[in-house]
């Protein structure tokens, strides 16, 4: 086993124990620490590959921009320190499934195509992506830029909604 791999596995590890770990926690502001430092592993695993404009921005949209909304959001909300309810069981075992079934497809694509190594070498200049990524002819990554701003967008009015305070009537 080569250095390369061995440090793929520890960064495939480490992301998928956060998201683990994000999901199952019961505190809110635990799980939005640990997806935190999932979409940090996943910036790492951009760096890896040698694909840095996409790890900037992975950090910067991702690990700067939703996550650092949605802890705004629980913080703004009483809620920040209160256990969330535990799942139905029903919940647990559709989860269970899912990921049963996830595992079960991934290893039926992995045998049926398998890894093949491609002779072309990859473009990953700054330059180059700047230009696909604004370029609105065939090829452009111009439809999901604008995507992007969409999530932020969505993301900030969702953050508005769940901190918004709903004073209760008295009667």
Do not use: H
């Not at 061995?6 to 992301?15: D, E, G, K, N, R």
């Not at 002819?137 to 995507?147: A, C, Y």
């Amino acid at each position: 086993m080569t250095a390369s791999q061995i440090i793929f596995y520890i960064l495939s590890a480490f992301i998928l124990g956060m998201g683990i770990l994000s999901v199952t926690s019961r505190k809110i502001f635990r799980s939005a620490i640990w997806l935190l430092f999932s979409l940090i592993g996943i910036a790492g695993l951009y760096f890896w590959m040698e694909v840095e404009f996409i790890a900037a921005v992975q950090i910067v949209v991702y690990v700067g921009g939703i996550v650092v909304l949605i802890i705004f959001s629980i913080f703004l909300t009483q809620q920040s320190g209160k256990e969330m309810q535990k799942a139905p069981l029903m919940r647990k075992i559709a989860g269970a499934l899912a990921v049963v079934f996830g595992f079960a497809f991934t290893y039926m694509l992995i045998d049926r195509y398998g890894f093949k190594p491609k002779s072309v070498v990859f473009d990953n200049s700054v330059a180059r992506i700047g230009n696909a990524m604004l370029n609105t002819e065939q090829g452009g990554f111009s439809l999901p830029f604008e995507v992007v701003s969409i999530l932020l967008l969505a993301a900030m009015i969702g953050c508005i909604v769940i901190a918004l305070k709903i004073k209760p009537t008295e009667q």
